[in-house]
């Protein structure tokens, strides 16, 4: 039997799947936290959300390919405080703008960042750390996910404060470049907590410290970097639900509430609280809050990064 669809109804958004671009590889930080949150999405919505991992330049190539798509509520994309902060100073011919290019929805997640190293490189803890990267930063190597990735302007950050200028390794996500740094074939990362956790659990890399005032419940063994003697090192990323500008605010607001409803959801808190991140309160997952925090992100990191060319 075919059920009656009354025309009021089947006007309602959303009537078929969703893609949500995701500007890394699968298996990283942004695809583990949106494939968290758009499944339980999904069944709010009563739709799929399909992802879609779109690669490059540092998550640039598939945010300028999402601001470009059509407005209407069926492609999204998980943006951070790379591609919607950090590459506006990195890239002066950036293709889309985050703050005229985009709806903000909602901030799904927080992430602290760790100082993460292959299991065998030599320093023990993060002290010997800093004198080993300063005595061979011109050997060593920092492996991130392209040029205004987390990853990257973290790690620019770490070396901007040692006065170092260690080589990069560009990966197309940290997913890729956390399993180059599990075979050893890199030295170091600065990657979000969502990524590490797995890793220090199972003993396959280390972890020297997470860059935030207090330990995470998830590594209670890790030290904080001001205890592990860097406290000027301090890193947070976040990770955030975006659509095209124009998408409109009645599709905004169902997509807004069905993400909070996810983060609401037990299951989802548990798995997003196992990996470390941070869930954001009421106040922080409205879209007006998400556009207030783009706004001052790009403030904060315009004068602290240079364009990469
Ligand atoms: C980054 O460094 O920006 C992220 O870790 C990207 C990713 O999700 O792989």
Redesign the pocket.
């Known amino acids: 039997l075919c059920a009656f669809v009354a025309p009021s109804q089947a006007q309602t958004y959303p009537t078929r799947g969703i893609t949500m671009i ?4 699968a298996g ?5 936290i949106s494939r968290i949150v758009t499944a339980h999405m999904a069944q709010t919505l009563g739709q799929s959300i399909v992802i879609e991992n779109v690669v490059g330049a ?2 640039t190539t598939a945010t300028a390919r999402a601001a470009r798509a059509a407005n209407d509520g069926y492609t999204l994309i998980t943006g ?1 405080m ?1 591609t919607h902060a950090a590459s506006v100073p990195l890239y002066p011919k950036l293709a889309y703008h985050p703050e005229k290019d985009f709806e903000p929805i909602a901030l799904l997640a927080g992430t602290p960042i760790l100082i993460l190293a292959r299991k065998d490189f030599p320093p023990k803890d993060l002290k010997e750390f800093v004198a080993y990267v300063k005595a061979n930063a011109e050997k060593v190597n920092a492996a ?3 040029v205004g ?4 302007v ?1 790690c620019e950050l770490l070396h901007s404060i040692l006065d170092i200028k260690p080589v990069g390794v560009p990966f ?4 890729p ?1 956390m399993n180059a740094l599990v075979a050893g074939q890199v030295d170091y990362m600065c ?2 907590i969502v ?1 590490a956790v797995p890793q220090i659990n199972a003993g396959t890399i280390k972890a020297y410290a997470i860059a935030t005032v207090e330990r995470n419940p998830s590594l209670p063994n890790v030290p904080t970097t001001t205890e592990a003697g860097l406290p000027a090192f301090q890193a947070q ?1 976040w990770n955030a639900m975006f659509a095209p500008k124009g998408t409109s605010p009645a599709v905004v607001a169902s997509l807004n509430a069905a993400a909070v409803k996810a983060l609401d959801d037990g299951t989802v808190r548990k798995r997003l609280l196992e990996l470390g991140s941070v869930i954001p309160g009421p106040a922080d997952r409205t879209p007006e809050a998400l556009a207030t925090l783009v706004k001052n992100e790009i403030a904060k990191w315009t004068p602290v990064l240079k364009p990469a060319s």
Not at 28 to 32: E, Q, R
Request: proline fraction near 7%.
């Open positions: 995701v500007p890394f590889a990283g930080p942004t695809d583990v540092g998550g951070h790379g991130h996910a392209g990735s987390v990853s990257h973290s197309n996500g940290t997913g470049a990657d979000q990524n990323a």
